[in-house]
């Protein structure tokens, strides 16, 4: 199973961003799916979840602004990101719980998109 993420880039603050990961191989489903946020110097935080069936969870950092969606069809989880500020400039990993060869269940990560906010 791979994820592959999109969408990052150069942004003004107040500006927006659409960031995608699409999951691909082995699949039979995919339970929860999310996104996290690495500054630099700094851990890795959740900052937005969805399950399976559409209930979202996001940090009180991005509440209001950023938006969770998936696409169960196309096994694609979305990040709508308004009202940027400079302190989300981060690299940004989509992780999902995927079900897959054998119904074994694992954590798999996309490889990261920068996204950089300019003040």
């Known amino acids: 199973v791979q994820l592959q993420a999109s969408g990052g880039g150069l942004v003004q603050a107040g500006g927006s961003l659409r960031l995608s990961c699409a999951a691909s191989?082995?699949?039979?489903?995919?339970?929860?799916m999310g996104w996290y946020q690495q500054a630099p110097g700094k851990q890795r935080e959740l900052v937005a979840s969805?399950?399976?069936?559409?209930?979202?969870n996001y940090a009180d950092s991005v509440n209001g602004r950023f938006t969770i969606s998936r696409d169960n069809a196309k096994n694609t989880v979305y990040l709508q990101m308004n009202s940027l500020k400079p302190e989300d400039t981060a690299v940004y990993y989509c992780?999902?719980?995927?079900?897959?060869?054998?119904?074994?269940?694992?954590?798999?990560w996309g490889q990261g998109t920068l996204v950089t906010v300019s003040s």
């Open positions: 992780k999902a719980n995927v079900v897959g060869d054998r119904l074994r269940q694992d954590d798999y």
């Open positions: 191989g082995w699949i039979f489903s995919i339970n929860d």
């Open positions: 969805i399950t399976s069936g559409g209930r979202t």
